[in-house]
């Protein structure tokens, strides 16, 4: 049983994965701790499946690949790998190297200090000014939102101890954050600040809609709050509305003794009508990312499918990792053995 795994989802990553076993497998090795590393392959389109499959023939011992039969996201990745884990301490980590792999030690050894969830923030981002802003809003919004106090929502750095990682593999939820849900099981929190380096190769694969799309998802799946706030605000709107359109009538009627002043009182009320009709839609487009969840959950369908899993013979005898999912459905049953 291993001390320490080290979960790496990797979507089209195939350029910078070299650059990655360099100082992965030797920042692991000076920690003088027993460890396993787990690489996802999430669907990626190029070469990336077949140069961690060289990985792992260089260095089964401590490496296992799991090969998804699709692209299901980072947080289903990083789900895959919790199913596969055994180690008592567990690390996710990007495969893009702006997390530097030095920075685990730093994270077990907060482990080790009695606290079963370390998160990190990233101390000086190599991003665009943009993309530091956007992100910051994100992180004010889901708090206020949420209650989940992360500093940073974005860095993936983070050390979970093992029963966080059985409570999360006890949800079946369809869409997740990982992060998030695991600060709703942790009994000692705490976060550390790590290095953030600029990506080697290639670019993000969170462009702007993934991370509005990726916060309404941590909104929606944590708190209800979205739905009660927009029912107070479309109370306030409504009579604010209704308000200032009164006074606005009486006023007309006071200087010019008439309510209506042809097209200018007729585009006045339009302006109200379409901004009230905009408030609707907003809290339609709101309960329907509700409604939608809800759908997506009761159709019980497979969360991912693994299509293959490399590793040494002798971890059959470990306990199956995905047992809650269908064998057949998984691909759990076809897996490659070393």
């Excluded at 702006?98 to 079963?116: C, F, M, S, T, V």
């Excluded at 665009?128 to 989940?148: D, G, W």
């Excluded at 969840?293 to 040494?312: H, S």
Aim: with cysteine; net charge neutral; glycine share 8%.
């Amino acid at each position: 049983m291993p001390e320490l795994s080290v979960i790496l989802p990797v979507f089209n990553e195939a350029e910078v994965l070299p650059a990655l076993f360099t100082r992965l497998y030797p920042a692991l090795d000076r920690l003088g701790v027993s460890y396993e590393v787990i690489f996802v392959n999430d669907g990626s389109r190029d070469r990336s499946a077949a140069v961690l499959r060289t990985q792992f023939e260089r260095r089964p011992d401590v490496t296992r690949v799991v090969l998804l039969a699709g692209n299901y996201g980072q947080h289903m990745a990083i789900m895959a790998g919790f199913e596969y884990c055994l180690g008592e301490t567990v690390v996710t980590l990007d495969a893009d190297l702006q997390n530097p792999p030095e920075e685990i030690a730093a994270l077990l050894a907060k482990i080790r200090e009695g606290y079963d969830y370390v998160g990190s923030y990233r101390g000086t981002r190599q991003d665009s000014a943009f993309r530091r802003l956007a992100s910051r809003l994100l992180n004010v919004l889901r708090e206020r939102t949420t209650h989940i106090r992360m500093t940073d929502q974005g860095c993936m750095l983070r050390a979970y101890s093992r029963s966080i990682v059985n409570a999360i593999n006890s949800c079946r939820e369809v869409n997740t954050f990982v992060p998030a849900l695991a600060y709703t099981f942790a009994q000692r929190p705490t976060e550390i600040e790590v290095a953030h380096e600029q990506r080697a190769v290639g670019t993000s694969k969170y462009s702007l809609y993934k991370l509005i799309q990726l916060n309404f998802d941590l909104m929606t799946g944590f708190s209800i709050a979205p739905l009660q706030l927009f029912s107070i605000l479309g109370i306030l709107v409504s009579l604010a509305s209704m308000t200032a359109y009164v006074i606005v009538m009486l006023h007309r009627w006071v200087v010019s003794g008439s309510f209506g002043e042809g097209l200018l009182a007729l585009w006045d009320r339009d302006i109200l009508e379409f901004f009230l009709i905009g408030m609707v839609l907003f809290g339609l487009g709101l309960l329907g990312e509700y409604v939608g969840r809800i759908y997506e959950q009761v159709r019980g369908r497979p969360r991912f499918l693994v299509e293959a899993v490399l590793e040494q013979p002798a971890r059959d005898a470990a306990p199956q990792k995905v047992s809650r999912l269908d064998a057949t459905a998984t691909g759990r049953g076809s897996s490659h053995q070393a």
